[in-house]
């Protein structure tokens, strides 16, 4: 089992090539979305990369639920509903949503996921 440290590392590395982003950005606070720039797509080939590192399978909509910001049972006026974060939490374990849980708004979603967030879910994938 690799250490944190070695998980991070193998983070970054994915995140620079995927991204294009510059190694000195990529910090464990970082945001995917604000601070590293990732849109959707970009997404799918972090999750490629992800997997060929770490001979790991992450099935499709575990990562980035995107099906629960688009479904009206989860979002009312734009805004993720108690329903949704409790989806969330569920779906992401891994994840801090305080502060989006503070503005639960779905364009809000993409600044909640950071690079330490990856790490926690890659080191939950490797232990389960």
Same mark, same amino acid.
Do not use: C, H, W
């Given at each position: 089992?690799?250490?944190?440290?070695?998980?991070?590392?193998?983070?970054?590395?994915?995140?620079?090539?995927?991204?294009?982003?510059?190694?000195?950005?990529?910090?464990?606070?970082?945001?995917?979305?604000?601070?590293?720039?990732?849109?959707?797509?970009? !997404?799918?080939?972090?999750? !490629?990369?992800?997997?060929?590192?770490?001979?790991?399978?992450?099935?499709?909509?575990?990562?980035?639920?995107?099906?629960?910001?688009?479904?009206?049972?989860?979002?009312?006026?734009?805004?993720?509903?108690?329903?949704?974060?409790?989806?969330?939490?569920?779906?992401?374990?891994?994840?801090?949503?305080?502060? !989006?849980?503070?503005?639960?708004?779905?364009?809000? !979603?993409?600044?909640?996921?950071?690079?330490?967030?990856?790490?926690?879910?890659?080191?939950?994938?490797?232990?389960?």
């Amino acid at each position: 089992m690799p250490t944190r440290d070695e998980i991070f590392e193998k983070v970054k590395t994915a995140l620079v090539d995927a991204l294009g982003v510059d190694e000195v950005d990529v910090i464990p606070a970082a945001s995917m979305v604000g601070d590293l720039g990732a849109e959707s797509i970009d !997404f799918l080939d972090i999750v !490629f990369r992800l997997e060929k590192s770490f001979g790991i399978k992450i099935p499709r909509g575990e990562l980035f639920p995107e099906d629960v910001l688009s479904s009206s049972e989860y979002v009312t006026n734009g805004k993720v509903n108690a329903a949704g974060i409790t989806a969330l939490k569920s779906r992401m374990p891994f994840a801090d949503l305080t502060k !989006f849980e503070a503005n639960p708004s779905v364009q809000n !979603f993409g600044n909640t996921l950071t690079v330490e967030d990856m790490v926690r879910y890659v080191q939950s994938k490797l232990t389960a």
